[in-house]
């Protein structure tokens, strides 16, 4: 499926690369939700370095596809051995893949938190691991997309207790459930970012 109101933003030299990947997706359903914000973003800042948080059928491959695309490096982060080894071919001269243990990550040690990021996408389990990654990174990512999102403002209850109130911008993306938000601690969110989210 895809998100009219995207298709309507997106450039049209992005949208080929969105529709070639569409061809064997299957129709979106809850784990791909947060794909339109995450293209949108993608398109919209289209440089300075990008990490997945987490690994996933509907994040990795159109994540490896538009940075490639884009000459951009791409870090991708996860704590689950089964969930890494399913994407081991995407490494590339800009794609890096990183199997973590959890204990780094939990205490803010890890070596991502080193580096300045453009995106970062968090999406990983289990769940109590999302809300450490969103606090650590608030200093080194301009924007951070946060999927299953909507206990924040629908005041639906699920397994993430997350807490945005240390950034100064928190947009959410409503039209789809699970919900995606994104967070910035910019002074100042460009209008072609928020476009999308009004």
């Known amino acids: 499926m895809i998100n009219d109101r995207y298709m309507e ?15 064997d997706a299957k129709k979106m359903d809850a784990f791909s939700t947060h794909q339109p914000p995450l ?8 440089e300075g370095e990008v990490l997945e948080f987490g690994m996933g059928w509907h994040s990795t491959p159109i994540m490896h596809l538009l940075c490639g695309i884009q000459g951009r490096n791409l870090l991708s ?6 969930w890494f080894d399913k994407f081991k071919d995407y490494r ?9 243990e959890q204990e780094p990550i939990f205490k803010g040690q890890h070596s991502m938190f080193d580096k300045h990021y453009a995106i ?3 999406d ?3 769940a109590q691991i999302r809300q450490p990654v969103i606090e650590r990174i608030k200093d080194v990512a301009d924007y951070v997309i946060v999927h299953d999102s909507e206990c924040t403002f629908q005041g639906r209850k699920n397994a993430y207790a997350y807490d945005f109130s240390m950034y100064k ?9 699970p919900a ?7 002074d100042e969110i460009p209008t072609e970012v928020t476009r999308i989210f009004e």
């Open 9 to 23: 933003l997106v450039k049209p030299q992005y949208k080929v690369s969105y529709l070639a990947y569409l061809k």
């Open 39 to 46: 293209i949108h973003m993608l398109n919209t800042i289209i």
């Open 77 to 82: 982060v996860d704590t689950d051995k089964n």
């Open 92 to 100: 590339a001269p800009w794609h890096q893949l990183q199997l973590s």
């Open 120 to 122: 970062a996408f968090v």
């Open 124 to 126: 990983a389990a289990p």
């Open 169 to 177: 911008h928190v947009l959410h993306f409503r039209p789809m459930n």
């Open 180 to 186: 995606t938000s994104v967070l910035s601690n910019l």
